[in-house]
């Protein structure tokens, strides 16, 4: 199903963004990293880059693809992870999905081959508390094995 272009914008403050993408965990930085990565792998996304001295990573989902007699639709869901150590023994975790929508023209005199891409962010609390607590579950299963 296409993404609307006519959505209504985000009522979310910064803040309140920050606090459904953030968490804090008592772990360091690199047993965190390492659990942020393989909970993007258990979700199905295709790791694009990640760096453990600046705590980036970025991801992508497979595409799915969708026609209709005029296009062909594309769409996937792009996520960026930074992990941080505050302080030795505790990390912060900020989480960010965005939805990405490529819509091509097949179809039509003028406009064959436009295409249109559209990025929506994702602000839907569940899905980031769903991904913090595997990452938590993560963190526990490296922390009891080392």
Known sequence: MPISSNRIPSQKTSLELLAIQSREFESNKKIAFAA?????????????????????????????LSTDPWNSIMTFTKATAFIEELKPGYTRVRL??????????????????????????IEDATIYQNAFTKIQEGIFIRKSIH
């Open 96 to 121: 960010n999905f965005v939805e990405t929508e490529q819509i091509v023209r097949t179809a039509g005199p003028k406009a064959r081959g436009q295409t249109t891409v559209e990025d929506i962010p």
């Open 36 to 64: 942020v990565l393989s909970v993007f792998q258990d979700l199905g996304y295709i790791i694009s880059s990640a760096e453990i001295q600046t705590g980036f990573i970025t991801v992508t989902s497979p595409t799915k």
